[in-house]
């Protein structure tokens, strides 16, 4: 997934739509965009030796949005990103009621697409009486930065942690 998201990250950093961290410690900082990779923003997790067939689904998921702020720590030399991310789950044709693991990533990149630093979360999700529901992930973020002014020439990328099979599945599908 690492060459997958060097070769994505230029390419997506003026395809996506961000969603906004509010806060500024100073006039001087800028917060970092946070976009969601549409190739990795939705996720289809099969049965083991299913798919591609929907019937096949175990779990579907859907990255919604993202919101947060960030906050300068000029004595350390960092900016840090507190964000809530809230991802909608929906069981699939072949959920058998046992809870369901998937994993998501967040990267930090430059602007022409220098990875930084990513980071992969693993998630497990239980279903109650619903077939749908919004996970919602609590998430920091530490960026070291020796000059902080430059916080908003950075992006932060999120989307699930896919196999190659799930990107070309999403990428096939559009999206």
Do not use: W
Not at 43 to 50: A, I, N, Q, R, Y
Not at 58 to 67: A, D, E, P, T, Y
């Amino acid at each position: 997934m690492r060459m997958v998201l060097l070769g994505l990250a230029a390419a997506i950093l003026t395809a996506c739509s961000n969603l906004p961290l509010t806060g500024k410690a100073s006039e001087d900082v800028v917060c970092p965009d946070v976009l969601i990779v549409p190739d990795a923003g939705t996720l289809v997790l099969f049965t083991v030796g299913g798919g591609p067939d929907l019937t096949d689904a175990v779990l579907l998921g859907q990255m919604r949005n993202f919101s947060g702020n960030c906050v300068t720590q000029a004595s350390e030399g960092r900016l840090v990103l507190d964000m809530t991310a809230r991802i909608g789950l929906e069981k699939g044709p072949a959920h058998t009621g046992a809870p369901a693991s998937f994993s998501y990533f967040v990267a930090v990149v430059r602007k022409d697409g220098t990875l930084l630093n990513k980071a992969v979360f693993e998630s497990e999700v239980t279903f109650g009486e619903s077939n749908v529901m919004t996970a919602v992930e609590e998430l920091e973020q530490i960026i070291p930065l020796a000059d902080l002014s430059t916080a908003g020439q950075l992006s932060v990328l999120i989307g699930f942690q896919l196999t190659p099979e799930q990107l070309e599945y999403n990428r096939l599908r559009g999206g």
